[in-house]
């Protein structure tokens, strides 16, 4: 990883990141990378992937309407809101 | 030379369940902005989605329905990106293992033929895959304020998306797909199938090759196609633009763009909008989803009728033609309807497939209705079609009945009787008309008899004049032929 390559995943995740703290950043993340690569090696052709640590399913829920209007609640979190509205910078289309 | 286009589409569906997929805030469209949005829609710190049994019953449905293998076991992943609408910073959708894979749909188009007709085409689509996944909110450009507004109601509301393969060849096949796959998911009563409210909404991918190249040439994405008719208009747009683009030396670039309905055109979005790098990975707040056979076989057995067994049904039982049989069961209302005339008109199923597609469908299609809209119902149109049938109405009669069924003046025996429109065949009040046309028209009856066979027409006009137009021509026809012949 090099210094474009942290810029571009920082960039993705919208985190600010200090200029002097990048070498950094791509030595470990290349490291992370080295690690995965060397686990790649292993022979894994057997083994299912695990998408969740958890041995359990997804409990499903009745298609019920339980929640009420609490917009002025959640709304006293908001930084600015019109008309119901939450609002934002600018966003064009 | 001779290009080849190529074009794949994606579908989203958002499906009826009333409470969201992950939430249980309502999905009711059309309500005051950010009423119908929860804590797990807001995506606050601290909550858990827990997943709609609804939604995924519809999405099995729609599976089953396209022959599809249903997923024993699904995984939801996170697909990260930045946008005002959506407030988690990621869109909850199934990446690697969806719950739908591997179906087909078939599909028919018209198209012009060798000769003047049109040639009926048909083929089989593939369907990749339909994957379950959350809607995102909506941005309200108009100014508040020189800022966006943001409406989170949509937030979390079930959608299906739809992936076929790239099995379509020009922009009709591609409509008679897409109306195919709207006119599933209503029979199915998934979705409802609502483009104006964006229920039912299309991307579609399209890249050009030279024909009989196996090698696809480089797409491009074409969004904001809400209407049949968008879909069809931007296709050819972009097909043409790329064959251009690709004739004139240039490459076609791989983006994404915007149809511009105005304009007639397509445009290509900002490149900053189209970070195209979501990042996908298992969302660890929602487990694998697990649907055994007992599950998927419940749902198989809650399927109605779906459109191509009706389809052959109606063929079969009421002796349609492919193509009526087709139009008639092209919705699911317009193929109740359809059933409720015939049954209402005493099984008249040709007359009644007739006066639906050319008189119904006529006056609908003026003050721009839909069937289900109709001011005339099943019963009155079965009733005016069974008065047909049994020789009450002659067809000119019967037109004067529908204007006034429309206008809502009741049923067709009401203003039968009302208007005195009953028909006469009385053979003996028809011959009465006949003895007076030819007795005040000695020169014409000795002409006709001389052999100018056009004058026939002259005095069945004064017949049908005669009895206000409610003679039977046939029967007025057969007898002149006999009296003028005597």
């Excluded at chain 1, 499903?60 to 930084?79: G, S, V």
């Excluded at chain 2, 349609?320 to 069961?329: E, F, K, N």
């Excluded at chain 2, 000795?446 to 409610?470: C, E, T």
């Amino acid at each position: 990883m090099d210094k474009a390559d942290v810029e571009k995943i920082a960039h993705l995740a919208r985190l600010a990141i200090d200029q002097k703290d990048i070498a950094r950043y791509a030595r470990d993340l290349s490291n992370i990378l080295d690690l995965v690569k060397q686990m790649e090696k292993v022979e894994t052709n057997e083994v299912i992937p695990m998408s969740h640590p958890l041995d359990a399913t997804q409990r499903l829920r009745p298609d019920e309407i339980t929640e009420t209007n609490q917009r002025e609640h959640f709304q006293k979190n908001a930084p600015l809101v019109d008309t119901g509205l939450y609002l934002v910078p600018k966003v064009i289309e | 030379m001779n290009w080849e286009s190529v074009i794949g589409l994606e579908i989203h569906a958002q499906l009826a369940t009333n409470s969201k997929i992950f939430s249980g805030a309502s999905t009711r469209y059309g309500g005051e902005p950010n009423t119908q949005a929860c804590a797990v829609d807001l995506g606050l710190p601290g909550v858990l989605p827990v997943l709609n049994r609804e939604a995924v019953s519809m999405a099995v449905k729609f599976g089953l329905a396209t022959a599809s293998t249903i997923a024993s076991r699904s995984v939801f992943a996170r697909k990260n990106y930045f946008y005002p609408d959506l407030p988690k910073g990621y869109q909850i959708s199934q990446y690697e293992l969806p719950i739908v894979q591997g179906g087909h749909l078939d599909i028919q188009w018209e198209e012009a033929g060798s000769g003047s007709e049109s040639e009926t085409k048909s083929k089989r689509v593939g369907i990749t895959r339909a994957h379950l996944e959350e809607d995102a909110g909506k941005s309200l450009h108009e100014d508040f304020q020189g800022m966006t507004g943001v409406d989170l109601n949509r937030a979390g509301t079930p959608l299906i998306e739809i992936v076929s393969e790239p099995d379509m060849r020009s922009a009709r096949e591609a409509v008679a797909y897409m109306r195919k796959i709207h006119a599933l998911v209503r029979y199915l009563e998934i979705c409802d199938g609502n483009m104006q409210e964006g229920s039912f909404r299309c991307d579609a991918n399209i890249s050009i090759r030279p024909k009989g190249d196996e090698k696809l040439g480089t797409r491009t994405e074409l969004k904001n196609l809400n209407s049949f008719r968008f879909v069809e208009r931007a296709i050819e747009y972009e097909i043409e633009r790329q064959i251009d683009v690709l004739e004139t030396g240039g490459k076609v670039i791989q983006e994404t763009r915007l149809y511009d309905p105005d304009n007639n055109e397509t445009r290509p979005m900002r490149s900053k909008e189209e970070a195209n790098d979501y990042r996908y990975f298992p969302d660890p707040d929602l487990l694998p989803v697990v649907v055994d056979a007992d599950f998927v076989e419940n749902i198989r057995d809650t399927l109605p009728e779906l459109p191509d067994a009706k389809k052959s049904r109606f063929e079969s039982e009421y002796g349609l033609s492919p193509i009526d049989a087709g139009l008639l069961t092209s919705g699911r209302e317009l193929a109740e309807f359809y059933e409720k005339t015939v049954t209402a008109s005493g099984g008249q199923a040709k007359l009644s497939a007739n006066w639906i597609m050319v008189e119904l469908a006529g006056a609908l299609n003026k003050v721009g209705m839909d069937i289900t809209e109709s001011p005339v119902d099943a019963g009155m149109l079965g009733g005016l079609t069974r008065r047909i049938a049994d020789g009450t109405l002659s067809g000119k009669l019967a037109k004067q009945v529908f204007d006034a069924m429309w206008k809502g003046e009741g049923h067709a025996d009401d203003i039968i009787d009302a208007k005195g429109l009953r028909q006469v065949t009385d053979t003996g009040e028809i011959d009465g008309l006949i003895d007076e046309a030819i007795a005040n028209n000695p020169a014409q009856v000795a002409q006709y008899r001389a052999g100018k066979d056009k004058l026939l027409g002259f005095f069945v006009g004064l017949i049908m004049k005669a009895s206000k137009g409610k003679a039977n021509p046939g029967k007025v026809n057969e007898r002149l032929r006999t009296k003028l012949s005597e």
